[in-house]
Structure formats: structure tokens, C-alpha cells
């Protein structure tokens, strides 16, 4: 098997190998490497020999091969040929309980190691990101505005502090549950983010990822079914990735939201969406996911664009901003303002972040710039604007759309 439906089959299967290598011999790093190897020989052959009957049980015993090896490699550097000799082969361990469906979802198992409470949030979230979501280094750098460098200086140090550890593999107990599952969330989060509207590249999308992402967060959920914020997250998620057949033309291009057919919106994701917002929000206390959801709602139910009740987002969004004052929240509240008072107000709320490092130089904060000011009639500052966000902007759909939107205010 070749082509999208080959790498979606290898990308959901990665994290549960890698979970199956590191509950049966830990080294997490190690693992890693081990699975990568996996991944690649199963790209090569198995485009030539066909997918196996078992493909997740193949890909296990491939790279624990390879694990046995690079850990072989290791002891005998370190003068333990004898640990060695006693360790057993995988044909003699692999039919269980690695090359069998897990009672637990190693995924899941994984996702929560890497929210261990003895990594800082934000090697948490990096370290999940690289090793459940498949995200690259500068990729997840990006999601984060920082440098690729000091991404990677993170990542290293989070796998070393795992070894370290000594963790366990496998769902954390009931007392450590709520302090990984802000971290969990946030890492779902960045993953259907990264997948809805990918930050580089030539596509617009990356479905595997969002699919991913709502998977998991779906298992979360069945694990903690009572947690007002997880049932927000999932809503939030459904609700945006209800738009997705309507936010690209036929030619691939990127269609914003207010002219895209809703027609083509999913309107089973919606209400399955709204249902679960309107279950979370009674139980608080209310959250960040909550209320985004809420303003997702509010979008995907409105009959157009026009009749969109942007007063009502801004409300959302300033309840938001108390709870969430994120320079991305900032942003979203500018144009919410724009479009309920004028685009006036909201260029003066952009211009408060212009001294905010972590924002002032995305390009979301320039296509904002520009189309507010396409708003309120000023041609040429926008179309230079839609040029220096199209000029920052990482994906090559995104550049397009910011290039033909400059363009057209150049005729």
C-alpha cells in the first residue's frame, strides 16, 4: 500500500509500537529510534510485498529487533556482554502481550507518560507532540514561537529526564490524573490545530492528524467521562473539523470562513458538537476549551456569514481572556471587535500587540492587519500588509491566499 491511505495506516500505528516497546523494556529514547527504523523498512517493503495480515504485530517485532540490537550496542560498550546474554529474543516474548490488541490503548498509556508531572509543561507538550503526533521538531518549534534549536534542546532533555525517572509505563493512577490532564489537553490541542491548518508545507491540511487527535481525545473522554474541560476540548474539535469540506476549492485552494458554502459543513460533527458544549458548560467550573467551543458553536450555527452574532463572540472572548489571556485569544478578540463595532476598534486592539514578541511577528497577525484594513477601505496599506504576512506565513496554500489577496487590491 502506497500513497495517503499508507501513511495514515503507519502514522496511527507508530505511537501504539513505540507504547508496546517501552512497556516491555523502557528506554524510552531508544525505543524511539527503534520504531523510526520500523517505520522505514515497513515504507519500503511494504509497497512492494503488500501490507502484512498483522501490521501492527509486524512493525513490533521489527523494531524490537532493532531495540535488542541498539541495546546490545550499549551494554557491550558499557562492559555488560553478561546482561546481554540473559536478555531474550523477541520471537520468545512477542504473541504476548505486545503483538496483541492492549487491554489499555498504548497510545493513551503513552500520551500520559509523556505528561509525567516530573517534566516541566512545556517539555510535556513538546515530547508528546514529537513522540504521539508525529509532529517534527520545527513544527512543533513553530506551534510554540520559539527557535527550532531550543526546541530540540527541550525534546533531548525531556527524553533523558524520562530515562531518568525511572517512570512506568502505563495510565497514571487516580491521584496524579488531574495534574497530567491540563497537559494532555493542550497537547491534543496543538496536534488537530497542527492538523486543521498545517504551519508548513504544501498542503493546507493534514486529516491524519486532526483524525488523531480526535481519537484520542474521544479515549480520554471514555476515561474520564465526567471532566467538563475534556467533553469542551471534544467539542471544540468537531466543531471546527465540521467546516473542513467546505474550507478548500475544488482546486485546492483555501477558502475563508465567511465564504465558504455551509451547505457542504458537516452537520452531524455540529450537532454532536453543540450537544456536547451544551452537556459541559452546566457542570464548571468553565474553562478555556469550553468557551472556545461555545464561540465554535456560535459560528457553525449561524444560517450566514452575515447573520453570524458577533456581539455575543466578543462576550465569549472577553470571558475568555480572563481566564486565558493568550496573545492568540488577544488576536481572535481584535477581529471578533472588528466585526461587531468596526474594523476602527480593532486595529486599535491589534496595535496593543505590537510589542508582544511572541505574536507580533506571525503571520497571522499581518493577515489580520490586512484585512481589517481592507475593511475599513484602506487598499494599498492592506495589500502591503497581505504581502508581509503571506511572506512570514510557512505553508504554501496559506501563501497563495495571502498573495492573491494582495494581488486583487493591487488591480
Same mark, same amino acid.
Given at each position: 500500500?502506497?500513497?495517503?491511505? *499508507?501513511? *495514515?495506516?503507519?502514522? $496511527?500505528?507508530?505511537?501504539? @509500537? ?73 520471537? $520468545? ?10 487491554? !489499555? ?11 509525567? =508531572? ?9 515530547? &508528546? ?22 526546541? &530540540? ?59 488523531? !487527535? ?93 447573520? &453570524?452574532?458577533? =456581539? ?16 492568540? @485569544? ?21 496595535? *496593543? ?24 477601505? $484602506? ?9 508581509? !504576512? ?22
Amino acid at each position: 500500500m502506497t500513497g495517503p491511505a *499508507g501513511e *495514515g495506516l503507519l502514522r $496511527e500505528l507508530a505511537p501504539q @509500537v513505540l507504547g508496546a516497546l517501552v512497556r516491555r523494556y523502557g528506554h524510552f529514547d531508544a525505543a524511539e529510534d527503534a520504531v523510526q527504523e520500523a517505520l522505514l523498512a515497513a515504507a519500503v517493503k511494504w509497497p512492494k510485498d503488500g501490507v502484512p495480515d498483522h501490521p501492527r504485530g509486524w512493525l513490533v517485532t521489527v523494531a524490537s529487533r532493532r531495540l535488542t540490537d541498539l541495546l546490545r550496542a550499549e551494554q557491550a560498550r558499557q562492559r555488560r556482554e553478561d546482561a546481554v546474554a540473559r536478555r531474550r529474543l523477541p520471537e $520468545e516474548w512477542l504473541a504476548p502481550p505486545a503483538d496483541r490488541p492492549p487491554s !489499555a490503548d498504548d497510545t493513551l498509556a503513552l500520551l500520559f507518560m509523556c505528561c509525567h =508531572p516530573s517534566l516541566p509543561p512545556a517539555s510535556q507538550i513538546a515530547l &508528546t507532540l514529537r513522540a504521539v503526533g508525529g509532529l517534527s521538531t520545527a513544527e512543533i518549534a513553530r506551534a510554540f514561537l520559539v527557535p527550532e534549536s531550543t526546541m &530540540t534542546r527541550r525534546i533531548s532533555r525531556a527524553k533523558q529526564r524520562i530515562k531518568d525517572s525511572g517512570v512506568p509505563f502505563g495510565l497514571p493512577p487516580d491521584a496524579e490524573r488531574a495534574g497530567r490532564l491540563r497537559a494532555v489537553l493542550h497537547v491534543l490541542y496543538l496536534v488537530f490545530n497542527e492538523g486543521y491548518a498545517s504551519t508548513s508545507g504544501p498542503r493546507l491540511r493534514r486529516d491524519e492528524l486532526s483524525a488523531e !487527535a480526535i481519537r484520542l481525545t474521544r479515549l480520554v473522554r471514555r476515561w474520564v467521562p465526567g471532566d467538563p474541560e475534556v467533553t469542551g476540548l471534544l467539542a471544540l474539535m468537531l466543531l471546527i473539523d465540521a467546516r473542513r469540506p467546505a474550507r478548500t476549492s475544488p482546486g485546492g485552494e483555501l477558502v475563508p470562513m465567511a465564504e465558504q458554502d455551509r451547505g457542504r459543513w458537516d452537520a452531524a460533527l455540529i450537532a454532536e458538537g453543540v450537544a456536547l458544549v451544551s452537556e459541559a458548560l452546566p457542570h464548571g467550573p468553565t474553562g478555556p476549551y469550553q468557551l472556545q467551543a461555545a464561540i465554535a458553536a456560535v459560528h457553525d450555527e449561524a444560517p450566514s456569514a452575515a447573520e &453570524t452574532d458577533w =456581539p455575543q463572540i466578543v462576550a465569549l472572548y472577553e470571558v475568555l481572556l480572563r481566564i486565558s489571556d493568550s496573545p492568540v @485569544v488577544r488576536l481572535n478578540h481584535a477581529v471578533a471587535v472588528a466585526m461587531a463595532r468596526g474594523p476602527e476598534e480593532g486595529l486599535d486592539l491589534l496595535d *496593543g500587540l505590537a510589542a508582544d514578541g511572541r505574536i507580533a511577528g506571525d503571520h497571522r497577525t499581518h493577515a489580520v492587519r490586512a484585512h481589517l484594513l481592507e475593511m475599513a477601505g $484602506e487598499r494599498d496599506a492592506a495589500r502591503v500588509a497581505y504581502e508581509e !504576512a503571506a511572506r512570514r506565513a510557512g505553508s504554501l496554500p496559506q501563501q497563495r491566499y495571502l498573495n492573491g489577496r494582495a494581488a486583487r487590491l493591487a488591480e
